[in-house]
């Protein structure tokens, strides 16, 4: 079943970023590989004239993806705001995954600048996206600045340590039963991704550990199976575990040999 | 008159900031434009007069995650 984001309906829940790739062409490959309806971008300083965005942009819009830009890297309510406003300008979308960091080391989100960067953008027509903690009360207030959609994450930007606090993700699970949820930060491997699916997660977001593997667009495809992978066994319903043996074979009709 | 674009000071005469723009040798329809930290919008460039000590961001598209 699709997934619907914003009234966009898309049918991978695979999002991926854009940064750190080797080459633009092995960036094309892996989003054609891992068959990715959105991408991250970012708006940075140019200092080619314009020549270096534009060409980045071409790439972008000749993969046919949304584009989710981002406001990377800023580090207040204000910032975010105004990062946002020229992304809408540059990408023409309201789409925009708000990123206010408030840790240098962690890059964990500043949730209080977050939630008043939500706040505003929201009443200025944006579709707010917004990378956040596994807190259930910072989620709350998101949801009631407008966002529809949360992105919380499992580790910290970039680690690949995978999910850190799953009892966490589970109570946003259960208590935001209808807001698509998005794990976005920290997944290192496919199994990661899988273990989110399987407690009923909506999508993943990644992006270091596809573009930092030895071969980037393999490790896209394993990572769009992983994610299916997962959903598929989410909705199909898992054995739970037991403490005790149970006996998969039938014992009545065994041969008696004494 | 003093700049300063994208972070570096400049000594430079622009009317305006689409002047500004041209001066420097940027084109495309993928920038976008602030001036002490709010929105210039692209068709707001050529009548935002600029004065003495603005602080202006040039930014485009870019890899991110």
Known sequence: MALELYGKAVSSRLL????????????????????????????????????????????????????????????????????????????????????????????????FELVEAAKILGSEGFEVFPYTTDDLVVGEKLLAAGCRVLMPWCAPIGSAMGPQNLPALKSMRAEFRDVPLIVDAGIGRPSHATTVMELGYDAVLLNTAVASAGDPAAMAEAFAKAIEAGQIARQAGMLEPRDMAVPSTPVIGKGVFV | MKLTVNGEALELDAGNLADLLAKLDYEGDWLATAVNGELVHREERSTHHLKEGDRIEILSPMQGG
């Open chain 1, 16 to 111: 991926l970023g854009t940064a750190r790739y080797p080459s633009p062409a092995i960036l094309a490959e892996a989003v054609r590989r891992s068959k990715t309806e959105i991408v991250t971008v970012s708006l940075r300083r140019e200092t080619a004239g314009g020549k270096a965005g534009g060409a980045f942009f071409q790439l972008i819009r000749d993969l046919g993806v949304h584009v989710l830009p981002n406001t990377a890297g800023c580090h207040s309510a204000r910032e975010a705001v105004l990062t946002a406003k020229m992304a809408r300008e540059v990408f023409s979308t309201t789409w925009i995954k708000l990123e206010v960091i408030g840790h240098h080391d962690t890059l964990q989100p500043d949730v």
